[in-house]
T-cell receptor, first 115, second 112 residues
Framework: NAGVTQTPKFQVLKTGQSMTLQCAQD?????MSWYRQDPGMGLRLIHYSVGAGITDQGEVPNGYNVSRSTTEDFPLRLLSAAPSQTSVYFC??????????????FGPGTRLTVL | DAKTTQPNSMESNEEEPVHLPCNHS???????IHWYRQLPSQGPEYVIH???SNVNNRMASLAIAEDRKSSTLILHRATLRDAAVYYC?????????????FGTGTRLKVLA
């Protein structure tokens, strides 16, 4: 298993540009999520999904869109990049088993700089 | 969303036990208590989780108070590799409560 993969690893954007951060998992996990981590800070939840076709907002959703057309993929779209979106972005996945709560697996992160 | 409160930082000597506390007074009956840690320049990694009973695994132990309003992560013998930020998170098991919300965590410094 590759686990959770993220592309690209690094990205530099200009203000106003749009782009999509890719996230894929091969563990057949229902739950997937996106976090951002600013320097010296904790992780903040952007969006999450509990299955294909189902997404919901986290703590800091503004400026980001997500979709979940398959179980494996959960891309994060930046609509119009701003310097405030400079951060490290982590994707994560976990199973959802009724009556229990399971380990979340994280990808290696995407380091995004917006100039 | 139920919140957790952790000390900002703690220090420990190498090879001594470390007790990392977490308060979660608004925990609901179906919330699991999860602990993750983040080593420098890496993504978070799972440490342990539990519901009501104390839990042990190869990395750590989790002691849960009887009223479930607090918990303690125990590293039995801290090593330099355990220096990290440790996050205590509540995760629900019903629709609308599955999301993991990370707090600010406890930065653990291990002294040689």
């Amino acid at each position: 298993n590759a686990g959770v993969t993220q592309t690209p690893k690094f990205q530099v954007l200009k203000t106003g540009q749009s782009m999509t951060l890719q996230c894929a998992q091969d563990m057949n996990h229902e739950y997937m999520s996106w976090y951002r981590q600013d320097p010296g800070m904790g992780l903040r939840l952007i969006h999450y999904s509990v299955g294909a076709g189902i997404t919901d907002q986290g703590e800091v959703p503004n400026g980001y869109n997500v979709s979940r057309s398959t179980t494996e993929d959960f891309p994060l779209r930046l609509l119009s990049a701003a310097p405030s979106q400079t951060s490290v972005y982590f994707c994560a996945s976990s199973p959802l088993t009724s009556g229990s709560s399971n380990e979340q697996f994280f990808g290696p992160g995407t380091r995004l700089t917006v100039l | 969303d139920a919140k957790t409160t952790q000390p900002n930082s703690m220090e420990s000597n190498e090879e001594e036990p470390v007790h990392l506390p977490c308060n979660h007074s608004t925990i609901s009956g179906t919330d699991y208590i999860h602990w993750y840690r983040q080593l420098p320049s890496q993504g978070p990694e799972y440490v342990i989780h539990g519901l009501t009973s104390n839990v042990n695994n190869r990395m750590a132990s989790l002691a849960i108070a009887e009223d479930r309003k607090s918990s303690t992560l125990i590293l039995h013998r801290a090593t330099l590799r355990d220096a990290a930020v440790y996050y205590c998170i509540l995760r629900g098991t019903t629709s609308g409560t599955y999301k993991y919300i990370f707090g600010t965590g406890t930065r653990l410094k291990v002294l040689a």
